[in-house]
C-alpha cells in the first residue's frame, strides 16, 4: 500500500499498489466464474443488480476509459524523471466518493448508460472483463515511464473536466474493487471461496 507524503505519491508504488488490487479483483472474478448462469443472473431485490449485471457495469466503463488511457500514453513521451505523482484536487474527490473505505461505500446515482440492469447477459460478460483487466495491467506497466501528474484524460461524466492519468487510474482500480465487492457479497450465499480471497497474490 502507498502512503502519501506531502501531498505526493511515489510513481512505482502508485501503480504497483494498483496492479496488486487488480489481480485481486481478477482472481475473485474467476472464483465468480464457477457459478451456475443462473446464480450469477440471479437479483437479490427487484431492482438490485445481478453478480453478471455488477461486472457489465464495470465493462461500460473499461469501454470508455481503457482506449482513452491508451490514446493518452501513447500520445506523450516517456518520463523517467517523473517519479512523483501529485493527486489532483478533483481527482481525489472522485477517488474518496468511489473508494471502499473499512467496507463501506458511498451510494452513487448510476448514469443510465452505464446501468446495465435488465440487459440481456451471459457468461461471456466474464470473459470480456477478464480481458480488460489484462489489457489494464498492460496499461498500468506502460505508465510507470509516464508523467502521471502532467498527462491528462478526459473522463465519462463530462467534457468539461479532465483528471490528471494518475487519478483517472486511481478512479478505475477502485471503481473496479467497489463493484466486485458488490458482486462478491451477492455470491457469498453460494460460494465459501468468497469469503478467503488473499489480500496479496
Same mark, same amino acid.
Given at each position: 500500500?502507498?502512503?502519501?507524503? !506531502?501531498? $505526493?505519491?511515489?510513481r512505482n508504488l502508485l501503480i504497483d499498489d494498483l496492479i496488486a488490487r487488480i489481480k485481486r479483483a481478477t482472481f475473485s472474478v474467476n472464483i465468480l466464474n464457477g457459478l451456475s448462469e443462473e446464480q450469477l443472473k440471479h437479483r437479490n431485490q427487484e431492482n438490485a443488480?445481478?453478480? @453478471?449485471?455488477?461486472?457489465?457495469?464495470? !465493462? =461500460? %466503463?473499461?469501454?470508455?476509459?481503457?482506449?482513452?488511457?491508451?490514446?493518452?500514453?501513447?500520445?506523450?513521451?516517456? $518520463?523517467?524523471?517523473?517519479?512523483?505523482?501529485?493527486?489532483?484536487?478533483?481527482? !481525489?474527490?472522485?477517488?474518496? #466518493?468511489?473508494?471502499?473505505? !473499512?467496507?463501506? #461505500?458511498?451510494?452513487?446515482?448510476?448514469?443510465?448508460?452505464?446501468?446495465?440492469?435488465?440487459?440481456?447477459? &451471459?457468461?461471456?460478460?466474464?470473459?470480456?472483463?477478464?480481458?480488460?483487466?489484462? =489489457?489494464?495491467? /498492460?496499461?498500468?506497466?506502460?505508465?510507470?515511464?509516464?508523467?502521471?501528474?502532467?498527462?491528462? /484524460?478526459?473522463?465519462?461524466?463530462?467534457?468539461?473536466?479532465?483528471? =490528471? @492519468?494518475?487519478?483517472?487510474?486511481?478512479?478505475?482500480? %477502485?471503481?473496479?474493487?467497489?463493484?466486485?465487492?458488490?458482486?462478491? =457479497?451477492? &455470491?457469498?450465499?453460494?460460494?465459501?471461496?468468497?469469503?478467503?480471497?488473499?489480500?496479496?497474490?
Open positions: 500500500m502507498y502512503k502519501i507524503i !506531502n501531498m $505526493q505519491i511515489e443488480w445481478s453478480i @453478471l449485471e455488477c461486472i457489465e457495469h464495470l !465493462n =461500460r %466503463y473499461g469501454d470508455f476509459y481503457l482506449p482513452e488511457i491508451e490514446r493518452q500514453l501513447i500520445g506523450s513521451r516517456p $518520463q523517467p524523471g517523473a517519479e512523483m505523482f501529485k493527486p489532483g484536487i478533483i481527482g !481525489n474527490y472522485f477517488v474518496g #466518493v468511489i473508494q471502499v473505505k !473499512n467496507g463501506k #461505500v458511498k451510494k452513487m446515482k448510476t448514469p443510465k448508460e452505464m446501468d446495465p440492469i435488465r440487459s440481456d447477459l &451471459a457468461i461471456t460478460t466474464i470473459d470480456r472483463f477478464l480481458k480488460q483487466q489484462e =489489457r489494464l495491467i /498492460t496499461l498500468l506497466q506502460h505508465a510507470k515511464r509516464m508523467d502521471l501528474t502532467k498527462t491528462r /484524460t478526459a473522463i465519462s461524466l463530462t467534457k468539461m473536466i479532465k483528471l =490528471r @492519468l494518475g487519478d483517472t487510474l486511481r478512479f478505475v482500480v %477502485y471503481h473496479i474493487e467497489r463493484h466486485i465487492a458488490q458482486a462478491e =457479497r451477492y &455470491a457469498a450465499v453460494y460460494s465459501k471461496e468468497l469469503t478467503t480471497v488473499p489480500h496479496t497474490i
